[in-house]
């Protein structure tokens, strides 16, 4: 009941509050989805009880759920979580045999956010233009090393 409060109040815009019957089915179903999620997550015996963790568990002391701040969802099924870690060894594999400077202009835009002021500064473009024509160039290549290894996904 505790993990069924806690996703309750990560979304409090999806209960219509018309009556408190209404509350108690919203938080009935959550737990009936958890229940179910809990089922399959157990009987997939594919898991190491060494590595569980429970939703509601605190990293640093911090509010934060483990594995949050990584960007892991903890709500997310085991199978989703597999997909995601395949998918990131695939792009780290990709990003790893790209060339420094299409790999930097990516890591400096798209995972660090940084201006395209500041990638110009950084990569000594000559331009903004410069720096994003680059930054296409090197997605180009990214997507064609990564799509054959994706198994056609397109």
């Given at each position: 009941m505790q993990d069924v409060n806690?996703?309750?109040a990560r979304k409090p815009d999806s209960f219509e509050a018309r009556s408190p019957s209404s509350i108690l089915n919203g938080l009935a179903q959550i737990a009936?989805?958890?229940?179910?999620s809990q089922n399959d997550y157990f009987s997939a015996d594919k898991r190491d009880k060494e590595l569980e963790v429970p939703l509601s568990a605190k990293h640093d002391g911090s509010?934060?759920?483990?594995?949050?701040?990584?960007?892991?969802?903890?709500?997310?099924?085991?199978?989703?979580?597999?997909?995601?870690?395949?998918?990131?060894?695939?792009?780290?594999?990709c990003m790893a045999e790209l060339p420094e400077?299409?790999?930097?202009v990516i890591l400096w835009r798209d995972y660090c956010g940084m201006s395209w002021q500041e990638i110009v500064r950084e990569s000594g473009h000559p331009s903004v233009g410069a720096a994003?024509?680059?930054h296409r160039r090197a997605w180009i290549r990214l997507r064609r090393c990564?799509?054959?290894?994706?198994?056609?996904?397109e």
């Open positions: 806690l996703i309750a009936l989805n958890q229940i179910r509010d934060s759920n483990v594995g949050a701040e990584c960007g892991i969802d903890p709500t997310a099924r085991p199978d989703e979580h597999a997909a995601s870690a395949e998918l990131r060894d695939v792009l780290d594999g400077s299409y790999r930097d994003q024509q680059q990564v799509r054959p290894r994706l198994g056609g996904f």
